[in-house]
T-cell receptor
Framework: DGGITQSPKYLFRKEGQNVTLSCEQNLNHDAMYWYRQDPGQGLRLIYY???????QKGDIAEGYSVSREKKESFPLTVTSAQKNPTAFYLCASSMGRAGWSLATEAFFGQGTRLTVV | AQKITQTQPGMFVQEKEAVTLDCTYDTSDPSYGLFWYKQPSSGEMIFLIYQGSYDQQNATEGRYSLNFQKARKSANLVISASQLGDSAMYFCAMREANDYKLSFGAGTTVTVRA
């Protein structure tokens, strides 16, 4: 079945550690996105990518890093510079890129809940 | 900068009644798309409906319809005949043609009462 897989579902991090959240899609989508969601809040965009080896900062990129070495994969690293990383992280993908059809919804993974201990 | 505004943090609606969720947006791009998503307590994101900036008709999908007022930059979601399973958080989102960035509003929590 086609879809987006995020792993792990739950992740615990000690203060000062870097952790990497995995996001893989087999939908052949060009665009991929990472969002952060705090309890009862909206989705805030961290990074997004339209093609391999290219990505742009979203609204809250500080303390995070990404890579896009393969079309299917868009891992997110939460670095020790992110002072308050406890949150729910959602990865999404969609067809197309800037200049292409807008009428393509984004598909989401099940999310990773990160907790700092 | 936040470009999507959802001013209703929470709403209660009686079962079988209709509810309107407000969404306003800001963009200078003449070509853009607007989306509504539902997020139940499980956390999954469910796509509901799409409206393009050049679409002449308001979008409809089953019990969901979008009241699109382009001049007012408004894209309100109407859920008709509410069901208990409609209780969830609802998000409005926008993608501009010149960027492909997909931005979300703060969301509205809907609670359907029996």
């Amino acid at each position: 079945d086609g879809g987006i897989t995020q792993s792990p579902k739950y992740l615990f991090r000690k203060e000062g550690q870097n952790v990497t959240l995995s996001c893989e899609q087999n939908l052949n989508h060009d665009a991929m996105y990472w969002y952060r969601q705090d309890p009862g809040q909206g989705l805030r965009l961290i990074y997004y990518s339209q093609i391999v080896n290219d990505f742009q900062k979203g609204d809250i990129a500080e303390g995070y890093s990404v890579s896009r070495e393969k079309k299917e994969s868009f891992p997110l690293t939460v670095t020790s510079a992110q002072k308050n990383p406890t949150a729910f992280y959602l990865c999404a993908s969609s067809m197309g890129r800037a200049g292409w059809s807008l009428a393509t919804e984004a598909f989401f993974g099940q999310g990773t809940r990160l907790t700092v201990v | 900068a936040q470009k999507i505004t959802q001013t209703q943090p929470g709403m209660f609606v009686q079962e079988k009644e209709a509810v309107t969720l407000d969404c306003t947006y800001d963009t200078s791009d003449p070509s853009y798309g607007l989306f509504w998503y539902k997020q139940p307590s499980s956390g999954e994101m469910i796509f509901l409906i799409y409206q393009g900036s050049y679409d002449q008709q308001n979008a409809t999908e089953g019990r969901y319809s979008l009241n699109f007022q382009k001049a007012r930059k408004s894209a309100n979601l109407v859920i008709s005949a509410s069901q208990l399973g409609d209780s969830a958080m609802y998000f409005c989102a926008m993608r501009e043609a010149n960027d492909y960035k997909l931005s979300f509003g703060a969301g509205t929590t809907v609670t359907v009462r029996a």
